[in-house]
Nanobody, 121 residues
């Protein structure tokens, strides 16, 4: 079974920073893309940032220049460094990976349980 555990969320004032982490555990043989999504109350879940196994990144326009996604393949961990936070960044942040468990015929998507980020004005 593959598990994703996020950490690092919390309450921060506007202009502040937070660093989210997501550790992937379980019987997974390879991880392709790793990503962060977020969902604010009453809104859909949207992509924040994604990083491929080759290190290519892409970001939502709303976070470009403020957020940085990175990954440590040796630790099966993805990070999201969030700087210059704004109240509109308030949401539950979810980790997502596309990977293949051992002996599985194909890749699947997996999600973490989410971590709350609240930015006060």
């Amino acid at each position: 079974q593959v598990q994703l555990v996020e950490s690092g969320g919390g309450l921060v004032q506007a202009g502040g920073s937070l660093r989210l982490s997501c550790v992937v555990s379980g019987r997974i043989s390879s991880i392709n893309a790793m990503a962060w999504y977020r969902q604010a109350p009453g809104k859909q879940r949207d992509l924040v940032a994604k990083i491929t196994d080759g290190g290519t990144t892409n970001y939502a326009d709303s976070v470009k220049g403020r957020f940085t996604i990175s990954r440590d393949n040796a630790k099966n961990t993805v990070y999201l460094q969030m700087n210059s936070l704004k109240p509109e960044d308030t949401a539950v942040y979810y980790c997502n990976i596309n990977g293949r468990p051992y002996l599985a015929p194909r890749n699947s998507d997996y999600w973490g349980q989410g971590t709350q980020v609240t930015v006060s004005s």
